[in-house]
């Protein structure tokens, strides 16, 4: 399991570069010139983990699989886009598929390349984009609430409980903010979940910077920076010019170019980084002679359901589950030294599953 992430902006703020950049590809046509994706480009891409090898080295795999993610390239949203402006209602559909988005923006000066609105501002730009998918929300909202409103007044319980979170999000929206900062219990936050709404997902702001700025930043990227921390919105500072470069290097090239540059991972580490504790992700492995292999689980997944993630038959058949911490099984250095060294539990099925956990599962056929 990994999650599918949205790449949105306004067209030419880079998101096609750092695409291609991420996924390795160049599936996304770079041009300049608005609109020049249409049909959103999607690469699965592998989630860098140096826990994963060094599991794969101990345990002698003889392949190695890391967990994956997806990221989604989507058309570059304009003013007007929640009328349907430009590509709006297919831009606003396709976000609606997303699990996270993450929010494109140009904080590089470069006179070659347009800005669709004559002008170099992340954060009016964010505003325009925020603007447009709030919009969009109140819309539909304000479509369906009123019939449920008919029906709660005649008694339908489930009517009037969608209704109520409607309300709550409706007051929100016409404030001037996103969905998610209504505030909701668990049963209403289940409920919000599945009204298809834009701005109840997570979001990431993603500062594209020049290339001799990717490990500073700028004053630009400073202003998206203080924002995103007032918002408490994670925010990653990137190159995609650079991200370009390091996806055609092999991994020892890489790690040289990026120490030279003063960083110390790519962009793409740190925006799956800041993805996962976004949807506050965690990985578990598992490990043998013939694979080692990463899972992901959202945080708090017990043990039958993380086991699920690799077959249903799992969890049904659950009996437990052999547990070992990865710094234990590194520090013993194979799984039966872990053993021997006392190191690895047998969990049951209410053991919450931690980050770094490697598990044998035993179940019932």
């Known amino acids: 399991m990994g999650f599918k992430c949205g790449i ?30 249409i049909e959103p480009n999607t690469g699965d891409v592998a989630v860098p983990d140096q826990r994963i090898d060094k599991l794969a080295e101990l345990a002698a795999s003889k392949q190695v699989i890391n967990a994956r993610m997806t990221f989604v390239d989507i058309a570059g949203l304009v003013r007007g886009a929640s009328k349907g402006e430009g590509l709006g209602n ?11 988005i ?10 070659d390349i347009t800005h669709v609105e004559n002008r170099i501002d992340p954060l009016a730009d964010l505003e325009t984009i925020s603007t447009e998918l709030m919009l969009a929300d109140l819309d539909s909202l304000e479509r369906r609430v009123v019939p449920l409103r008919k029906k709660a007044t005649g ?19 016409n ?25 109840i997902k997570p979001v990431l702001y993603v500062c594209n910077v020049g290339e001799e700025e990717a490990a500073t930043g700028n004053e630009l990227s400073g202003r998206v920076a203080q924002l995103a921390k007032e918002q408490q919105v994670p925010c990653v500072v990137i190159s995609a010019a650079i991200e370009e470069e390091v996806a055609q290097l092999d991994d020892e090239e890489r790690d040289e170019f990026l120490q030279s540059l003063g960083l110390a991972q790519s962009g793409l580490d740190r925006m799956i980084k800041a993805g996962y504790g976004l949807l506050n992700l965690i990985t578990y492995f598992t490990c043998g002679p013939k694979e080692a292999r990463a899972w992901t689980i959202p945080s708090g997944t017990k043990a039958p359901k ?5 077959h249903t038959d799992f969890e049904k058949g659950f009996i437990r589950a052999e547990t070992t911490a990865f710094e234990d099984y590194v520090a013993a250095g194979s799984e039966v030294a ?13 053991y919450v ?6 598990m044998l599962f035993r179940f019932n056929n």
């Open 306 to 310: 993380a086991a699920a993630v690799i």
């Open 175 to 199: 404030n001037g903010f996103p969905a998610r900062e209504a505030e909701l219990d668990d049963h209403e936050t289940e409920i919000a979940g599945q009204l298809g709404l834009l701005t």
């Open 102 to 111: 993450a929010h494109v923006l140009r904080c590089f000066e470069n006179d």
């Open 338 to 350: 872990a053993k021997e060294a006392g190191k690895t539990r047998l969990e049951g099925k209410e």
């Open 155 to 173: 008694g339908d319980k489930e009517a009037k409980a969608q209704a109520d979170v409607m309300d709550k999000i409706l007051a929100v929206l």
């Open 8 to 37: 949105v902006g306004l067209p030419n703020v880079g998101k096609s570069t750092l695409f291609n950049a991420l996924t390795r590809t160049a599936a996304a046509q770079a041009a300049n010139f608005p609109f020049c994706t």
């Open 353 to 358: 599953v931690k980050d770094g956990d490697v």
């Open 90 to 100: 297919q831009f606003l559909a396709n976000i609606r598929e997303m699990d996270a």
